[in-house]
């Protein structure tokens, strides 16, 4: 109750982290409520998570409400399961890799129509031009080996610390990192790394965390071959950090 509350404190002092963002990812995930209908798979992939600890932020789309702008936004795809797509979204999605989007799935995408008929032939035009991956784990190495920009936390006792990063654009181009720590509390400092896509040079790069100081903590940035590693504070549960013109 105590993180709760520190937590929404935090949002009503500062609105201006959650009001007019766009998310900032290359990455979505595809994802249908019909796949729980017709083959009782779970909406949410398996890979989800893994994604996340490998620090690339993901939004999500869904198949239903697919179209040429949702997909303009984006540069990667990923389709685990997604057994159930109509035919305007197959079509969609051929003409998104023909542009240059890069769809990563499971073989056995569009398996079904819209609603649950197991297609008499499947799509395989769509499934020959994506990349086609067998286990949760695939994921994760084909965003790698495609050398897809991610934030990485570095931290003293191991790196198996899952904080999750959602990523924002603001109108005022400045850019809004959440950070939210899936486990114990952060004692001690460590490193976040942001790579070269956000260029931090002659930016003001701050951490705000609830019930820390009201105009946050200057972070100190060490640039490297891949981007830069920002020197981040102990946290609870969750941070903020804004990168805006110095």
């Known amino acids: 109750q ?9 949002r009503a002092e500062h609105p201006e982290f959650y009001r007019e963002l766009t998310p900032y990812s290359p ?3 595809l994802f249908s409520p019909r ?13 989800q998570e893994a994604v996340h600890r490998a620090g690339y932020p993901v939004r ?3 198949a239903m409400h697919l179209d040429q702008e ?3 936004e984006i540069d990667y795809l990923l389709a685990e399961h997604v057994m159930a797509l109509d035919d305007a979204a197959v079509k969609l999605l051929q003409q998104w890799i023909h542009d240059g989007g890069s769809l990563i799935g499971t073989d056995d995408i569009a398996a079904y129509n819209a609603i649950g008929v197991l297609r008499a032939a499947p799509p395989e035009p769509l499934r020959e031009a994506m990349i086609t991956t067998a286990t949760t784990e695939d994921f994760v190495d084909t965003l790698t ?11 003293n006792e191991g790196n198996d610390r899952f904080v999750e990063k959602c990523v924002y654009n603001k109108a005022d181009g400045s850019i809004v990192l959440h950070l939210i720590n ?6 001690t400092s460590w490193k976040l790394s942001v790579p070269n896509a956000i260029p931090l040079e002659n930016k003001a790069v701050q951490a705000f965390l609830p019930g820390g100081k009201a105009g946050g903590t200057a972070l100190a940035c060490e640039q490297t071959g891949n981007g830069c590693l920002l020197t981040m504070p102990p946290m609870d549960a969750y941070a903020v950090i804004l990168i805006s013109e110095d």
Do not use: C, K, W
């Open 60 to 62: 999500g789309l869904s």
């Open 145 to 155: 080996s495609l050398e897809v920009p991610n934030f990485r936390g570095l931290f």
């Open 27 to 29: 990455v979505a995930t």
């Open 70 to 72: 949702s997909l303009a």
């Open 2 to 10: 105590q993180i709760l509350s520190e937590l929404l404190l935090f």
């Open 182 to 187: 899936h486990g114990s509390t952060i004692d």
């Open 35 to 47: 796949i729980r209908d017709y083959q009782g798979t779970p909406v949410l992939p398996r890979h």
